[in-house]
């Protein structure tokens, strides 16, 4: 079977309290612009563990993939890319900047997110979800015996968190 290359980045969206964690740009195009903490995934780990780990680095914060929030795809010019979203209990810590990318980590009621500057209209909808109407696609592990972990989302579990 032939292999497709694609550009596939993820985001960790973390909820608590009525509130969204978000990081602002440090450099490049979208300097000074707000969105979840996000990057690329390493060809050495899987999309879950890329999530987590870009949550730790640009915020300091552990977490733990409970579901799948969003899908984002395109077709760019050097080929289709892939955006996964997931839903991460982050797991109780003061968070903070410590990156190069990062200038500013900060939690966000929903009526605070319409004052940002986002890097996109797909984060800004992303955390508007996640403050409103979290709908996740359950995580659970492989059900085939394999090797090597996997993931599987299944569509017909969902469930919605009331935020107060």
């Known amino acids: 079977m032939p292999q497709l290359l694609c550009d596939l980045g ?77 839903e991460v209990d982050g797991h109780e810590g003061s968070v903070n900047a410590e990156s190069n990318e990062i200038s500013s980590v900060s939690w966000f009621t929903l009526s605070e997110l319409t004052t940002l500057d986002w890097v996109s209209e797909t984060m800004h909808q992303l955390a508007i979800d996640g403050l409103t109407h979290q709908a996740v696609i359950l995580h659970q592990k492989g059900l085939t015996p394999r090797s ?17």
């Open 10 to 86: 993820v985001a960790a969206r973390v909820v608590r309290g009525g509130k969204i964690l978000l990081v602002q740009e440090a450099t490049g195009r979208h300097q000074g612009r707000w969105g979840l903490p996000k990057g690329h995934v390493e060809a050495d780990e899987s999309p879950e563990t890329a999530a987590i780990r870009e949550l730790f680095e640009e915020t300091g914060l552990n977490g733990t993939v409970i579901g799948l929030a969003g899908v984002r795809t395109a077709l760019r010019t050097n080929g289709p890319a892939v955006f996964l979203c997931y």
């Open 148 to 164: 090597g972990p996997y993931a599987v989302y299944r569509s017909g579990v969902s469930r919605t968190r009331v935020i107060r």
